[in-house]
């Protein structure tokens, strides 16, 4: 294995894809015991990371969604006794 070249082709996303210099180079990870196994580094856990910002805007949008959603759905619907004229409590 060792002074070995290995040659793997990996995909990323156009965004660091278009980081990348021509020539420079990147983080692989590799099992030592089988180095054509390999991954590049820094895309995967940039990709993870988005993927986590993406899901934690959902979360705050919906909560920050839920109370006027609710107060809404309160407002729609109707009273459950309808008042006669003179009274002012259900019986």
């Given amino acids: 294995m060792e002074g070995k070249s290995y040659s793997h082709t990996s995909s990323v996303s156009r965004e660091v894809y278009d980081e990348q ?17 390999s991954r590049v580094t820094f895309s995967i856990a940039k990709e993870s990371a988005a993927d986590k910002i993406r899901a934690a805007h959902i979360m705050i949008g919906v909560a920050c969604g839920l109370p006027f959603l609710l107060g809404g759905l309160g407002f729609m619907q109707r009273p459950r006794y309808h008042p006669t004229p003179g009274r002012t409590s259900p019986r």
Avoid: K
């Fill in 21 to 37: 210099l021509i020539g420079g180079q990147v983080q692989i990870d590799y099992l030592p015991n089988d180095p054509e196994v």
